[in-house]
């Protein structure tokens, strides 16, 4: 009985601890927060008293022209020189040609037409394209049916369900007609608009095709939009396909307003923004296995997001196809041209992404709109339990770097269960042994002794074997924190069973980018490097890509977070990698195990990058650089030329700022 009592008693000290810490936690968050709410409201009394001055209302015309002038000189300045200018008006002329390139110049010769036409695959399967009419305006709509009458592959089929009202007639007049003169077309009127989610059933319920396709009733598809499906299907046995898009305005595919190169299927990227959209087609076969079910009408607005979801999870062999083949048309009333013109589309997308969520076992998490847009999200994903992290930081002299590092975590971090490994390696000065001394008071921080020449790989290895987590965070000492719940962040991906590394979004001192994932092939070498590289902090980055979690094939050493037992797996960092390449190396190492690998831009950091060890653009360095430059193309030679899943093939890999090839 007394042992009882004692266990009982052990049991609610415990709870009464963990309460507290947590209660203790939430206060000190609170007044955090309290106190910046209150400096925001003091400085914006101010700014409102200053800007009711009469004098600051008649100087408004000086401030315009001076903040002209300040402007120009910062793009100067920003730019480096006028020879910076001119390089941003040859890059925005590219960009420009590259476009003209996209559009009509892309469409086939007329001997090419007849190739394709005349082409006889294996597999002849016929294309079911679902097109839900709804007052459709008669130029789109004409120009929508042209478009997949001129297709170079023939073996198709196009179901129309029309919803329009009494007068839009003309709608079913024109189909009609198409539907006489082409036994192809399939057409329908409803008798009551049934929304989009509806009326693209109706059309699902008129197909008879082996593969079904969604088209919007004002787009365009390319004329070879179709050849390159089939030919795909025949290849690679693909059961999902989806190709890049653009979208234009007004009545001419040259005016492109933007253009859309995707990356392959990227199951978290997909989560956060619906990047797969058009030119979606796929097996029925999968749809079968949704029990015949198409659209969800408690989707409408997001309909197609919470398809993709579900049929993605679902297919075999999902394949991108890297080519502009859909054109998205932008006008007053469209989605493309303003997600305000639909605002249910929002809650529809975060339910849709729920729903998914859910589906995979995911509970208690939230899912927030972004500054990008409000249809891309930040997904918050639960953190079970309480695991340690034990954060790795190889360290020679730089005392003052370190000691920011290590205070910045001490001081910012929100996470309480971690330790600080500290491997030292090599130091002589005298004041970085003093606050080795200083540190040692800290319990949660540890020193261990490397000794020999520096190998940043064999330094963490050795460093691995010794923490106490569950979790390894591999640090570099010349970081500061900027996030305080950046480790939280981290671990929400770290911890799922489908990850393998997890990084952050790293800046350097004057705050433009150094860090926001690695691709491989990327830079002179032809190795590997970091996307948006430069670009300002507050830039949202490609199509929002700097605003949202998602798949990359490498992230950087310098913040690298990932569970033990993968590190493990892989066999930790390879040691012949000494220097370089190592943490892309590994990437690739946890991607070959079957694991995902996550930048998250809500871990934010500095990263004064080469403070510790210099640069490796001259000598000895140089050299050392070639050489494991050379061992990574020859290790991955075949993940080199296969390209980067990640990185669409049409961006250029001397540029990190997704500039198009010209």
Known sequence: MEDRKEAKGAVEKDYRDAYEKEHYKAVYLA??????????????????????????????PARKGMHFLIRQKDRLKNCGSIGGVVQKLRYKSREKKAMVHYGT?????????????????????????????????????????????????????????DGSDAEHAYVGQICKERAAADARIVYRKLEKNQGISGNTNECCRMSTGEYIGLFDHDDILHPCALYEYVKVINEQDADYLYCDEATFKGGDINQMITMHFKPDYAPDTLRANNYICHFSVFSRTLLEGEGGQLFRPRFDGSQDHDMILRLTDRAQRIVHVPKLLYYWRSHAGSTAADIGAKPYAVESARGAVADHLRKHGFSHFTITSTRAFETIFKITYEILGEPKISILIPNRDHEADLRRCITSIVEKSTWENYEILVIENNSTSREIFSYYEEIKNNPRIRVLTYEGPFNYSRVNNFAAGQAEGDYLLLLNNDTQVITVNWMEELLMYAQRPDVGAVGGKLYYADKTIQHAGVVIGLGAHRTAGHVHHRQKRENLGYMGRLCYAQNMTAVTGACLMVKKSAYEQVGGLDESFAISLNDVDFCLKLREAGYLNVFTPFAELYHYESVSRGADDAGEKAERYEQESARFREKWKAQLEAGDPYFNPNFSLDKPDFSLRV
């Open 105 to 161: 110049a892309s469409f086939p010769s007329p001997e090419e037409r007849k190739r394709q036409e005349e082409t006889v695959f294996p597999r002849m399967v016929t294309i079911s394209i679902l097109v839900p009419l709804w007052n459709t305006p008669e130029t789109y709509l004409k120009e929508m049916l042209d478009s997949v009458q001129n297709q170079t592959y023939r073996n198709w089929e196009l179901c129309l369900a």
């Open 31 to 60: 007044e955090r927060v309290a106190q910046l709410e209150a400096q925001t409201d003091d400085l914006t009394f101010q700014l409102n008293r200053i800007k009711g001055n009469p004098i600051w209302k008649a100087t408004g």
